[in-house]
């Protein structure tokens, strides 16, 4: 039987021959993404704003009834909740945004969590109140500069990976790619503003970790051509690199793609933000490693004969005594 191949064997297309508009597009994306945010800013969720959360414990169930009580408190009109398991099956931990001022108004965010929690056990008479207090904006915001700089140290730690790995070259690639990756995924949620929690934090995340791995199969694949290749121009070769590793890309993408899709189109609304995210990060993953991590090593002045060891006058007189030209 014959085997499926998405990708010929003798696929030779010139990447590398746009890489400088395709260059200058991802700057101005960059740039554009960069100022989405700073003037509108990003729609921060529960975990990152503050809010009020309750706490309850379902004592007649097995589990707790997540799905509805998201639709339930999401009726209420406080906006959209937060749900989660908290310490067992039967518990809950539910958090809705305040609305402005209620935080400074005695008493007022706790109504609303005291009217959650009505609601809850109208519905649910089994619910049993294990708490209701307020998640200030401040801690909130401590808990934001937290994930901001996770994010940091794994795009430096990345850096820090391949610069040891491959060379210094390569590390500055890869960082510069991851960075186009974030600030796209960033401005994407500041102009849509779809809602921004941990949730998006942990797509993030995952983004890195695809963006960095097709980068990382590029580069390894680069490194062997050059190699194989010393006097090949630095541009073919990259062009080489990328449609030898062409096939397990699109390989890679349907499958993920194929899972996403259904998520997209008919999951749950908690979790369209974070399947967007992911989403959109394949297809910016793959096209940085094209056009952001390769043409970088050019510009940054690699050739096929960058790191040839160098030889030494003893390495010389070594090689002369073998009798060797």
């Given amino acids: 039987m014959k085997l499926l191949k998405l990708v010929p064997d003798d696929t030779n297309i010139k990447f590398l021959k746009l890489r400088i508009p395709f260059f200058v597009v991802s700057i101005i994306l960059i740039a554009g993404s960069w100022a989405a945010v700073l003037t509108q800013g990003l729609n921060f969720g529960v975990d990152f704003a503050g809010g009020q959360e309750v706490r309850l414990t379902f004592e007649q169930r097995e589990q707790a009834p997540i799905p509805s009580l998201r639709e339930l408190v999401e009726g209420l009109g406080y906006g959209e909740p937060v749900v989660q398991e908290f310490g067992g ?3 809950v931990s539910i958090r809705v945004p305040l609305p402005e001022g209620a935080e400074e108004t005695p008493g007022a965010a706790t109504e609303i969590g005291n009217k959650v929690i009505a609601a809850i056990v109208k519905q649910y008479p089994d619910a049993r109140k294990d708490g209701n207090d307020t998640v200030s904006g401040k801690v909130a915001g ?3 500069n937290q994930a901001i700089l996770a994010l940091l140290a794994a795009m430096a730690a990345v850096a820090v990976y391949i610069w040891v790995r491959f060379e210094w070259q390569f590390g500055v690639g890869a960082l510069f790619a991851l960075f186009h990756d974030v600030s796209l995924t960033l401005g994407m949620f500041a102009l849509t503003q779809m809602e921004f929690g941990l949730q998006i934090v942990a797509a993030i ?11 990382i199969v590029v580069y390894d694949r680069i490194r062997e051509n050059l190699k194989k290749f010393r006097k090949m121009p630095l541009a073919e070769l990259l062009d080489l690199s990328v449609n030898e590793t062409l096939a397990r ?3 890679t993408s349907l499958t993920l793609f194929v899972a996403l899709i259904p998520l997209l189109v008919f999951g749950p609304p908690s979790l369209f933000g974070m399947v967007a995210a992911i989403t959109v990060g394949l297809f910016i ?7 952001m991590a390769g043409p970088l090593l050019i510009w940054m002045g690699v050739t096929s004969t960058s790191f040839v060891p160098t030889e030494n006058a003893a390495d010389r007189q070594e090689r002369i ?4 030209a």
């Fill in 205 to 215: 995340l995952a983004i890195i970790g695809y963006s960095l791995n097709d980068t």
């Fill in 89 to 91: 099956p039967k518990s």
């Fill in 142 to 144: 401590e808990f934001r």
């Fill in 249 to 251: 890309t699109i390989m």
């Fill in 285 to 291: 993953g793959t096209y940085s490693s094209i056009y």
């Fill in 321 to 324: 005594a073998r009798g060797e």
